[in-house]
């Protein structure tokens, strides 16, 4: 009884070294291909960045965006004018304004303004370009 | 993410010039309303308003000083915000307290304004109202 238990003993280790051993086999190449795939995609990115920052250029629904919670924020009636060139200051928005606007536009379009530049902002279509430029940057960095 | 970012606050040395202090009162707005969305989801707001809202609101709390032009007033009054910013994000207020001050707040009176236009009449008649 003594032998029979030893011999069945020692069959099960070897086994168990056997699966681990093709497991790690299998991780190792799947890791591999997934590097392989990670080398292939950074090229196609690193164009497609080239190209973003070349198109800073705000767009035109962008613009009218930017248009619209300007209009809301300040509480502006339909039929005033409001173009790409118009400043803020012209529209009776004091500094504190301005700031809130920048903070709507960041939660419109799910951005983060930096301090800096947020001081440059004084008119609507450097808003928008700015906006379309940390889009573009957002979406090239994910 | 707001509240490791508050915690890390500290009381800053005195405005060396008014130029400093309004730079300093932008950056509490901006970490205000940054910290919005949390609030909203800590005292579950949805319902009742929006960040939009709540982010005039906060905007308009700091236009009842607009006409301070002392830097040591206006750092005090900043610690003031900084503090009660602190305590709405570490929930230390209840959710009726938020609603209270930042929703239909603006409706009452506030009796803390320090409106310089309103007379002494029209002051103690709006306090006794509500004493």
Redesign the interface.
Known sequence: MASVSATSLSFQPSLKLSTRTSQGCYKTSSLEVVSVGWNRRTFPSLRSSRFCICAVKAQPETVQKVCNIVRKQLALPAESELTPDTKFSALGADSLDTVEIVMGLEEEFGITVEEDGSQNISTVQEAADLIEKLVQDKSGAS | MANAALRNVKVLPNSANMEEA?HR???F??TA??SLPSVMEIYNLYDVVS??EL??SV?SQ??KN?HVTDPKVIDMLLFKGMEELKNVVDHSKQRHHIIGQYVVGQQVQDSATKDQGTSTFLKNFYNTNYF
């Open positions: 309004r009162v932008f950056q707005f901006r309303c940054r960040v939009s982010r005039s905007s700091i236009r607009i």
